[in-house]
């Protein structure tokens, strides 16, 4: 039986926020489909060794940031929908975002796709 969805997005989020390498290859491994996809708007790749390569990028351009879900998971089939916000060393809030994600059959997370910022409002 796949874990459940909440316990795969918090192993998730945690290897965003881990330092520690192999901690955070381990929460990957719980969390990520070997061939998961990762997309924002400024990243697109594939892969559990690239999503490593590119939070490790990140941590090294914010040093003691972190990343916080924020609300609750929304989840329906294996479609779900997360709030975050990457909060900086002293807590202050970087941005806010939603994921959106697909779940493989062994319920590791194998599609995410992430916004930045709030949903643009129509032209006037």
Same mark, same amino acid.
């Given at each position: ?7 795969? /997005? ?5 290897? #965003?926020?881990?330092? @520690? ?5 381990? !929460? !990957?491994?719980?969390?990520? =489909? @070997? %061939?998961? *996809?990762? *997309?924002?708007?400024? *990243? %697109? !790749?594939?892969?559990? =060794? ?16 972190? +990343?916080?879900? /924020?609300?609750?998971? %929304? !989840?329906?089939?294996? &479609?779900?929908?997360?709030? #975050?916000?990457?909060? @900086?060393?002293?807590?202050? *809030? &970087? +941005?806010?975002? &939603? %994921? ?5 059959? @062994?319920?590791?997370?194998?599609? +995410? ?5 709030? /949903?643009?409002?129509?032209? /006037?």
């Amino acid at each position: 039986m796949p874990p459940p969805a909440m316990e795969i /997005v918090e192993a998730y989020c945690a290897a #965003w926020n881990v330092a @520690d390498a192999g901690e955070r290859q381990a !929460l !990957l491994e719980k969390s990520w =489909a @070997d %061939d998961g *996809t990762y *997309t924002d708007p400024r *990243t %697109d !790749l594939a892969g559990r =060794a690239a999503l490593f390569a590119h939070i490790s990028r990140v941590q090294a351009g914010r040093p003691g940031s972190r +990343i916080e879900m /924020v609300g609750a998971l %929304d !989840l329906h089939h294996s &479609v779900l929908r997360f709030a #975050w916000r990457l909060v @900086d060393a002293r807590g202050a *809030t &970087v +941005i806010e975002g &939603v %994921d959106f994600g697909d779940l493989a059959p @062994d319920g590791r997370l194998q599609r +995410i796709v992430g916004f930045f910022g709030p /949903v643009p409002q129509p032209p /006037v």
